[in-house]
């Protein structure tokens, strides 16, 4: 038995764009390629026909990827202060012989 779809739930490159926060709808072939994790068309009747996407996939989609940017660890920025006052390794620190 083939899925039943909320043809309300469905959208172009245009609608994707949007939700993704794209100028351009072309801009949505180069996310699937740049992420494997994006949803694929439901509907892609090949070359120069539209493509259709699943609206909810696409929500889903940037839901996960905004609490994964959220969570990821940052690397604070090392200062020229920092790195001024750091302590310069001799050979004597380094357990070297002199």
């Given at each position: 038995m083939t899925p039943m779809i909320n043809t309300d739930d469905l959208c172009d490159a245009q609608g994707v764009a949007e939700l993704v926060g794209l100028r351009h709808a072309n801009s949505v072939h180069t996310y699937l390629r740049r992420y494997a994790d994006m949803p694929r068309p439901v509907i892609d009747l090949g070359p120069g026909r539209p493509r259709l996407w699943?609206?909810?996939?696409?929500?889903?989609?940037?839901?996960?990827?905004?609490?994964?940017?959220?969570?990821?660890i940052t690397v604070p920025a090392i200062t020229r202060t920092a790195v001024t006052q750091a302590p310069i390794a001799t050979p004597a620190h380094r357990g070297v012989a002199q």
């Open positions: 699943l609206r909810p996939q696409i929500e889903h989609w940037l839901t996960a990827r905004t609490a994964l940017a959220r969570t990821a």
